[in-house]
């Protein structure tokens, strides 16, 4: 599927239940099942070129920089249209998935997507991160294209869902409702501070802030050079 709004590809993910969470860090949650309805997922980050559209139509609000880690002109640079947006926040991601048709994923629909239903480690499966996989780990010091690392994929063909950006999900940020939320289509804390983030970035270092089950919290109104986001839809009505 691909949105005419846009341009972005989406991925279907199917309804059903899958296993969510992990002990593995006092910073995820305890593992519980969940069942979702069935919904499309952008198949890679918002890229530059998308997020210019939404600034252009006058809908968003513009980057807070046009520079990248190690690029002084990154943003509004032709060179990198197909590289993820960054230096926008939460409620800059909201109002782009407003404006192209779509939403910001709940952080259950995002963690099915990256992982699938067979409680796998990392969208690619349970073995260890490498550079063939994901951008981590500092090694590049930067984004890459949002269409990089194809043998990273998770089960449904998004791209990205490990390292790049950590990504906006819709959900306020709590460190207990996912001990006993609902069990069916759970759509986070009705209020909080911060918002979820999830899957790492190119400057998460080692494995842990890559797994598929990682969250942090964000305030929605910053920014970073290593946060960006992609948006989801209902299958259904």
């Not at 709940?106 to 490498?130: C, F, H, I, L, S």
């Not at 981590?136 to 869902?161: H, Q």
């Amino acid at each position: 599927m691909e949105s005419e709004k846009d341009g972005m590809a989406l991925v279907f993910v199917p309804a059903g239940g899958f296993t969510m969470g992990s002990e593995a860090n006092e910073n995820e949650m305890p593992v519980h099942q969940v069942d979702l309805d069935s919904f499309w997922i952008d198949r890679t980050e918002v890229t530059n070129a998308m997020y210019a559209k939404c600034v252009e139509a006058g809908a968003c609000n513009p980057p807070t920089s046009t520079s990248s880690s190690t690029r002084e002109s990154y943003y509004g640079n032709s060179e990198f249209d197909s590289y993820p947006v960054i230096h926008v926040s939460w409620n800059d991601a909201n109002a782009y998935c407003e404006w192209a048709g779509r939403r910001l994923p709940t952080e259950a629909e995002w963690e099915k997507a990256a992982r699938g239903v067979d409680e796998r480690m990392y969208p690619w499966g349970n073995d260890a991160p490498n550079e063939d996989l994901l951008n981590y780990n500092d090694a590049i010091g930067d984004t890459t294209p949002a269409n990089y690392f194809p043998k990273g994929r998770s089960p449904y063909g998004a791209l990205n869902m490990a390292g790049n950006l950590w990504e906006f999900v819709a959900d306020w940020y709590s460190e207990t409702y996912y001990a006993s939320s609902p069990t069916a289509n759970p759509f986070g804390p009705d209020s909080g501070s911060h918002r979820v983030l999830r899957g790492g970035s190119w400057s998460s270092e080692g494995e842990d802030f890559v797994r598929s089950t990682r969250r942090l919290g964000i305030v929605p109104t910053d920014t970073a050079a290593a946060i960006g986001f992609r948006c989801a839809m209902s299958a259904t009505p």
